[in-house]
């Protein structure tokens, strides 16, 4: 049975793949991490290793259920580590699709700074192995993308950056899917083929923005163009998949599963989604601190900190995630060999 390579790109926010796995901790300066305690208090060793949760991330749990392992944060890789063959992840906390996001993090890996990094792995390849299997080997991949969270959470929604009065929402998702457009054709042009990006979830529910509501009701007008996003990327997607000879690319909309978990958390075995289990201050940002408290059960929280899921959420988040991907898998016009 062939290898499955699994790509993973994007960033770590709510919801969204594929998600960090420790490229952040190799980032001198970045304030992005998560690689001290409470992190990690579920995952193997109790180890916090730069995943933004208690346990696992949606990506350790697709890949454990792929039967592959969970691909390492490329900056943890040597130059020319053989590990590159079987997989890499660039994703890195609080990075967006524009370069400005996630500014005040000092350092993160942007999309564009991922996708450069991929062309130099695609290069490694190329003097492991030679042009015709390297180009192979990054056609016949799996890539799974989250990003965009950030372009809200950490840019659009915040007073203080300029984006959120600069433009109109429809001008900011204008400026989003122009430049995703020029960053899924630069990945095509480097063999990239079977690309899933995962759609976001109702941001607008996380507790991060339910805090800025005096009931912690859901942000509806977040809800709103984060569903706006969406169906403009589904758009550009099913476009890109018109015009590009072989492209499969899937856009996987977990939107309204998503928000079924949030509304019904019972139906899914947990007991509170408008809160985090870690107590954290969302007025010094939100993330689960060595000195913040732990709920009891962890099991029973849909949220691990302001913005991340738990491990148990994450579990059934990734099931809903690998349930869409085998529904858009059947033959479908979009994923049927394309003459050209
Ligand atoms: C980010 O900055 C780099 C370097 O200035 C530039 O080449 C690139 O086009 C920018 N990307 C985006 C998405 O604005
Ligand atoms: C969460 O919901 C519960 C029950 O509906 C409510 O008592 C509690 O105040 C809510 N918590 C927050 C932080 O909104």
């Known amino acids: 049975m062939p290898r499955l390579l699994l790509i ?155 984006a959120g009065q600069q433009y109109t929402h429809d001008e900011f998702v204008e400026l989003l899917t122009t430049t995703l457009e020029q960053q899924l054709l630069r990945l095509y042009q480097l063999g990239a083929r079977k690309v899933l990006y995962h759609g976001l979830g109702p941001l607008g529910c996380i507790p991060s923005q339910r805090v800025k509501s005096q009931t912690g009701q859901c942000l509806k007008r977040v809800n709103e163009w984060v569903m706006e996003f969406n169906s403009q990327v589904q758009y550009l997607i099913n476009s890109l998949n018109r015009r590009l000879p072989n492209a499969q690319m899937i856009f996987a909309d977990t939107y309204p599963a998503v928000l079924d978990l949030i509304n019904n958390p019972s139906t899914y075995g947990f007991k509170i989604s408008n809160t985090s289990c870690c107590n954290v201050d969302t007025s010094i940002g939100g993330l689960c601190l060595p000195n913040s408290r732990l709920c009891n059960e962890r099991k029973d929280y849909v949220f691990w900190d302001a913005f991340h899921p738990s491990d148990a959420a994450n579990e059934v988040l990734a099931e809903k995630l690998l349930s869409s991907l085998a529904s858009a898998s059947a033959p479908t016009p979009a994923l049927a060999p394309k003459p050209h």
């Open 8 to 162: 993973l790109m994007g960033v770590v926010n709510s919801f969204c793949f594929f998600t960090e796995v420790g490229n952040n901790n190799h980032l001198q300066y970045s304030l992005a991490r998560s690689d001290y305690p409470w992190y990690g208090i579920d995952y193997t060793g109790k180890q916090a290793t730069g995943r933004f949760t208690n346990g696992r991330t949606i990506g350790d749990i697709i890949s454990e259920k792929l039967g592959s392992s969970s691909p390492p944060p490329y900056l943890s890789l040597l130059q020319n580590d053989d590990a590159i063959l079987n997989g890499v992840n660039y994703a890195s906390g609080g990075a967006g699709i524009l370069n400005d996001t996630g500014l005040y993090f000092i350092q993160r890996l942007t999309f564009d700074d991922q996708i450069n990094y991929f062309k130099k792995t695609k290069e490694i390849i190329r003097a492991k192995k030679g042009e015709e299997a390297a180009n192979k080997l990054c056609n016949e991949a799996m890539y799974f993308i989250g990003i965009g969270s950030n372009d809200y959470v950490n840019n659009y929604l915040q007073p203080f950056l300029p």
